[in-house]
């Protein structure tokens, strides 16, 4: 018996994060997920953490992982070096558009996790699924942090 799949079917994609921020949101193609692992169409998709500072380094982990059809999942974690963010409000497309050029945005420096973080379960369960701690330099206000991720075709 032959089974056709079809490849744009929307698949639930396991969202992780980790913030040392207390005040935060996320979006992801400017609408905030109602779970942390929304069915999404194959394809780009911009992911958003909207984080309130308050004078203090803020440090991050982010992985996101695909479901396949047999139960099993595939990494579609962004690359540390694409996560850029700004503290001037961008234009919503910023939000929604993959093919937006976030040039002008700083990129987030690599981190340096303290012992008491690294034996935390759930930073350690980051790391292990290739989670790469990041972070944004002291200051005060909202900031937004901007990457793309994609998303494969369902098998």
Not at 32 to 39: H, I, N, Q, V, Y
Not at 45 to 74: K, M, N, W, Y
Not at 95 to 109: K, M
């Amino acid at each position: 018996v032959l089974r056709w799949k079809n490849p744009a079917t929307p698949l639930a994609v396991r969202l992780q994060l980790w913030l040392t921020a207390e005040r935060f949101s996320v979006e992801i193609d400017g609408i905030e997920p109602a779970t942390s692992r929304p069915l999404l169409p194959p394809g780009r998709h911009v992911l958003t953490i909207i984080v309130d500072r308050d004078d203090e380094p803020v440090q991050l982990l982010v992985t996101a992982e695909a479901e396949e059809s047999d139960g099993g999942f595939v990494a579609v974690t962004p690359s540390p070096g694409s996560l850029r963010w700004t503290d001037t409000e961008p234009r919503p497309w910023a939000r929604t558009d993959p093919n937006f050029i976030a040039d002008s945005w700083q990129r987030l420096t690599e981190a340096k996790l303290t012992a008491a973080q690294t034996e935390d379960y759930h930073v350690r369960k980051l790391l292990e699924a290739g989670g790469t701690p990041m972070a944004i330099e002291r200051g005060t206000g909202r900031v937004w942090i901007r990457t793309v991720f994609n998303v494969p075709n369902a098998w």
